[in-house]
């Protein structure tokens, strides 16, 4: 079994969670939310890969334990928006993908409306199946009944994209 920690609040990580497609949630992994209530009792977890939707700034006590967290994931996801700085959790052998609304981010949106988004994947990322995920534009509909943030949406299709290679269409 292969463990996805998510650093966002509660609400962020069950929409998530409930959105991921089947054929991902299928695969034998196991996603749970890293909280500051939580980080203690799961320092010990090797996580795969580790999201961080939240400021890292919250974590300054627990800081020890989230990065020893992220040194044994393979993949850092991180939300560069509001994580300008992410020196903390660093280090070599860690696969560090980037996301948000910024021009820099490794996946980001370059069109938006209520219906649709078109996401970019600005750099070439590799796959759970060792191949490198190039250079990208996807159109996704978005249901307006799933109420999703455009985050969580970018945290979806970069997970459904590491883990199964697959496209999504329609969230």
Do not use: H, W
Not at 25 to 53: G, H, M, P
Not at 106 to 125: G, K
Request: net charge positive.
């Amino acid at each position: 079994m292969s463990f996805i920690g998510i650093v966002s609040n509660r609400k962020c990580f069950e929409n998530i969670k409930e959105k991921l497609p089947k054929n991902i949630q299928d695969q034998n992994l196991k996603l749970i939310n890293i909280n500051l209530k939580s980080i203690e009792n799961i320092k010990n977890i090797k996580f795969e890969t580790v999201i961080i939707e939240s400021e890292l700034n919250k974590f300054k006590m627990q800081e020890e334990n989230l990065k020893k967290i992220c040194q044994t994931a393979q993949y850092i996801i991180i939300n560069t928006d509001i994580n300008k700085e992410y020196d903390i959790i660093k280090n070599e052998t860690t696969k560090i993908i980037t996301y948000g609304l910024n021009q820099k981010a490794t996946v980001t949106i370059s069109s938006i409306t209520n219906s649709r988004l078109l996401i970019y994947l600005q750099q070439n990322i590799p796959s759970k199946q060792e191949k490198s995920i190039e250079i990208e534009e996807r159109r996704i509909k978005i249901n307006e009944k799933n109420n999703l943030k455009t985050y969580e949406i970018l945290i979806i299709y970069i997970i459904s994209r590491i883990y199964n290679n697959s496209i999504i269409e329609e969230i």
